[in-house]
């Protein structure tokens, strides 16, 4: 690079730095938000756990509701229960293709929202994450508004995590901060099964 490139190099970075800087001082407003992580792509509930470890990690109180995933093993549940600052609720029926039962869901469904409906009252709730809610509303097992509605409703500093494809549309437009999560390649694609530890 000649010195004229560097310098103007030099130049665009410092600009670029002055703007981020000026942006970080702009942000002034404290409150909870909500996050939106969908799409086809593997990792929005990992992510969604992550957010987890790193609320308890500061000495928050964090509360789980995982719709569709059942009761069978979860590496991340197991883990964070034992800190005694997580709360779980977990639709105890599973995937629906399993139960082939719609009345079985819908009842499993309202069952476990009871508790998500808690939690999101719950001032004493850091983070709120509700995990795998896209299914059950695409399916029409509960209706988006109730969400929206208990969501406008939550404590101020309370966030909040959304997982699942196909998110709706009325929920993004209220989100904070939406991730579209796209595959790019997928280990099970290649006839590799899911393994304890890495996919559970």
Not at 143 to 165: F, H, K, W, Y
Not at 178 to 186: E, M
Request: positive net charge.
């Amino acid at each position: 690079m000649t010195n004229d490139k560097h310098t103007r190099h030099k130049a665009r970075m410092i600009k670029k730095k002055q703007h981020i800087d000026q942006r970080i001082a702009d942000a002034k407003e404290s409150r909870g938000i909500i996050i939106i992580l969908t799409g086809n792509g593997k990792g929005k509930t990992t992510a969604a756990f992550g957010n987890v470890a790193r609320c308890v990690g500061h000495g928050y109180q964090a509360g789980v509701i995982q719709f569709i995933k059942g009761d069978w093993p979860c590496g991340e549940r197991q883990l964070l229960q034992q800190t005694g600052q997580v709360t779980f609720h977990v639709m105890k029926t599973g995937f629906t293709w399993e139960t082939q039962d719609k009345a079985v869901d819908i009842a499993a469904t309202q069952e476990v929202w009871k508790a998500g409906k808690s939690m999101l009252s719950d001032p004493n709730l850091r983070l709120v994450v509700l995990d795998e809610i896209t299914y059950v509303l695409r399916y029409g097992y509960l209706a988006t508004e109730d969400v929206i509605n208990a969501l406008q409703q939550r404590p101020p500093m309370q966030s909040v995590i959304i997982t699942g494809r196909g998110c709706p549309q009325m929920l993004i437009d209220i989100a904070d901060t939406v991730s579209d999560i796209q595959p790019i390649k997928h280990a099970f694609d290649a006839g590799i099964k899911a393994q304890e530890g890495i996919d559970w």
